[in-house]
């Protein structure tokens, strides 16, 4: 203990104790302790040496109600504080909680007598609201509403008006018409039915591309209507068209890239192949198609059987999954498709390893595909297209790759090859998962 003494209160006022010369000059934090035993406030200040000058204490009793308070809420006990108010408590201790405010979606004049305390400007008036991600507009918002947006970037909730069932590139009047929940001009005067999109962040489908400059928001668009540089994910032929000035070729799929060191660099979406380039599609699982054994997710690695690539491990009887079963390929026992894999030919949905079957336009043949969008892209070496209503996409190989030329066709090099040539891919490809674990 430093110093101690007692002596009487020479006065106070809203917050201080004064006491005359009971405190030392640089003291801060002893307590002040009545005759009672209780204490009454801690060392504010000190002028002068020790016994000598004047200093004051710091009252706690201005503070007590609201230690008392917090440390009762702590507890799970409420303690009324006034008339309710738009804060998310229980103001009045009455069991309900903003019962006098406006709900989100409801019409308002200030954000003091909403629930969230936000009110706004729509395009359906003023309502109250709370933020979301425009970029996302079925998610985010309470059942019966959607996700919409201002010029920019910011998005906000509120009720759903319209049917939402108007397909990709339909003339529209309002975001709640569209099934993609977005309804926008990209700058030629005609405002239809988009799937939003921020630039250069790789969100458009095959065929597509953004409408806004790097971190904007706006639409995706047919390519071919477009004239400016080409962003991440785009279809680009030289790389002068692209941001980046990086143009990939990639299994058939030429589209602009960026540099990347990691996965963190690259968006949602892409991966970092081996360290250099963002590339399309997650890292897969087993029997996801691959380009490299860096397109394959942990535990997993590429290998090649004729025209079949496909991500794999190693194995015993019990631990492939559905569809697949554990085949000697001599230097390791591996994970081998029983169906047909991603883009190969098919007749029913239950030869699919994707259960999945589809045929497109203008083709006699049938192939394995799977669902896709911006949050559910396809792996490398596949596009995701819009089917013909545009209301959903699927995957399928790039249209360079396929008879007809216009991408919607259905590629025949998708036979499954002999399980014979597996042997010779697979010893290469061991060696670099060995050097993997």
């Known amino acids: 203990m430093k110093y101690t003494a007692s002596g009487r209160v020479t006065g106070t006022d809203s917050s201080l104790i004064y006491v005359g010369a009971l405190t030392c000059q640089g003291d801060s934090g002893g307590p002040a302790i009545t005759s009672a035993g209780e204490i009454a406030g801690v060392t504010s200040f000190g002028a002068g040496s020790c016994g000598s000058g004047y200093g004051a204490f710091q009252a706690i009793y201005p503070y007590l109600d609201s230690v008392i308070a917090d440390a009762l809420r702590e507890a799970g006990t409420c303690v009324p504080d006034g008339a309710e108010v738009c804060d998310g408590r229980d103001n009045d201790c009455n069991d309900m909680v903003d019962e006098t405010c406006t709900p989100i979606g409801g019409a308002c004049t200030s954000d003091l007598e909403c629930v969230g305390n936000t009110c706004r400007e729509t395009e359906i008036g003023r309502v109250c609201t709370t933020p979301c991600d425009p970029l996302r507009p079925d998610f985010g918002c309470d059942a019966g509403m959607y996700c919409g947006r201002t010029d920019g970037c910011e998005g906000y909730c509120i009720p759903m008006m319209g049917a939402a069932a108007l397909p990709f590139d339909a003339d529209c009047s309002a975001h709640d018409q569209c099934a993609s929940l977005y309804c926008g001009d990209p700058g030629d005067g005609r405002r239809r039915c988009l799937a939003p999109c921020r630039g250069d962040a790789g969100m458009c489908l095959a065929g597509e591309a953004c409408a806004a400059n790097p971190t904007e928001c706006g639409g995706c668009v047919p390519a071919e209507i477009l004239f400016a540089d080409?962003?991440?994910?785009?279809?680009?032929?030289?790389?002068?068209?692209?941001?980046?000035?990086?143009?990939?070729?990639?299994?058939?799929?030429?589209?602009?890239?960026?540099?990347?060191?990691?996965?963190?660099?690259?968006?949602?979406?892409?991966?970092?192949?081996?360290?250099?380039?963002?590339?399309?599609?997650?890292?897969?699982?087993?029997?996801?198609?691959?380009?490299?054994?860096?397109?394959?997710?942990?535990?997993?690695?590429?290998?090649?059987?004729?025209?079949?690539?496909?991500?794999?491990?190693?194995?015993?009887?019990?631990?492939?999954?559905?569809?697949?079963?554990?085949?000697?390929?001599?230097?390791?026992?591996?994970?081998?498709?029983?169906?047909?894999?991603?883009?190969?030919?098919?007749?029913?949905?239950?030869?699919?390893?994707?259960?999945?079957?589809?045929?497109?336009?203008?083709?006699?043949?049938?192939?394995?595909?799977?669902?896709?969008?911006?949050?559910?892209?396809?792996?490398?070496?596949?596009?995701?297209?819009?089917?013909?209503?545009?209301?959903?996409?699927?995957?399928?190989?790039?249209?360079?790759?396929?008879?007809?030329?216009?991408?919607?066709?259905?590629?025949?090099?998708?036979?499954?090859?002999?399980?014979?040539?597996?042997?010779?891919?697979l010893v290469a490809v061991g060696l670099v998962f060995l050097r993997r674990r």
Request: aromatic share 4%; glycine share 14%; net charge negative.
């Open 230 to 425: 080409r962003g991440l994910g785009e279809a680009c032929s030289t790389a002068a068209e692209c941001r980046s000035g990086n143009c990939l070729e990639d299994a058939g799929r030429s589209y602009c890239t960026r540099d990347c060191s990691a996965d963190s660099d690259c968006p949602e979406g892409y991966h970092c192949r081996d360290g250099e380039l963002c590339v399309a599609g997650p890292r897969g699982d087993v029997g996801s198609p691959c380009v490299t054994n860096g397109d394959c997710g942990e535990g997993t690695f590429c290998v090649t059987a004729g025209e079949r690539s496909w991500c794999t491990q190693t194995c015993d009887a019990e631990s492939c999954p559905e569809g697949f079963e554990c085949v000697d390929a001599g230097p390791a026992m591996v994970c081998a498709p029983d169906l047909a894999l991603l883009g190969e030919v098919c007749a029913t949905n239950d030869e699919c390893v994707t259960n999945l079957c589809v045929t497109r336009a203008g083709s006699s043949l049938s192939e394995c595909s799977q669902m896709c969008s911006a949050d559910a892209p396809c792996a490398p070496g596949f596009e995701c297209r819009r089917t013909a209503d545009g209301a959903t996409a699927v995957c399928v190989r790039p249209a360079a790759e396929t008879d007809g030329g216009g991408g919607c066709s259905v590629s025949r090099s998708g036979e499954r090859g002999p399980i014979g040539l597996w042997l010779v891919g």
